[in-house]
């Protein structure tokens, strides 16, 4: 299911490309929804005790794309934006699966500035954690 996303992910594992989209939205919010959606499968893999050898590449992935420095960085979720509907696989890798996906990044990637809350709350969040309640009020 993950390793045919491997040749069309980037070299900082945050965005999967697969071409041209008919979607609304804008070109890196199609990358981040192209990484962020396996992770419902990852996750749930890895619940069942399972395994799966290209699971940094996601944790690589995650940190690349919440912070604001890299040439990865998902971008700033705004009102209505696509970026706040992949908070959900975000959040539930994160909640479920926090020594694969959380405990093992530095301090500084866990609460670095991370994407920007939804319209809903102009809130600055200083913690990918602190958008959990975001993702599961949507």
């Not at 990918?128 to 009020?137: K, S, V």
Request: proline letters at 7%; one cysteine or more; glycine letters at 8%.
């Amino acid at each position: 299911m993950l390793d045919p996303l491997q040749a069309h992910t980037s070299p900082g594992g945050a965005l999967i490309t697969f071409g041209e989209t008919s979607t609304h939205y804008d070109s890196r919010a199609v990358e981040f929804e192209a990484f962020a959606r396996p992770l419902w499968g990852l996750t749930s893999l890895l619940l069942g005790g399972g395994s799966y050898p290209g699971v940094k590449r996601w944790v690589r992935g995650l940190a690349n794309g919440t912070d604001p420095k890299s040439e990865e960085y998902w971008g700033a979720s705004k009102a209505k934006d696509q970026r706040m509907v992949e908070m959900s696989p975000l959040s539930f890798a994160i909640a479920l699966q926090p020594d694969v996906f959380f405990n093992v990044c530095s301090a500084e990637s866990q609460c670095a500035d991370k994407l920007e809350p939804d319209g809903r709350n102009q809130k600055e969040h200083r913690c990918i954690l602190e958008h959990l309640p975001i993702a599961a009020d949507a």
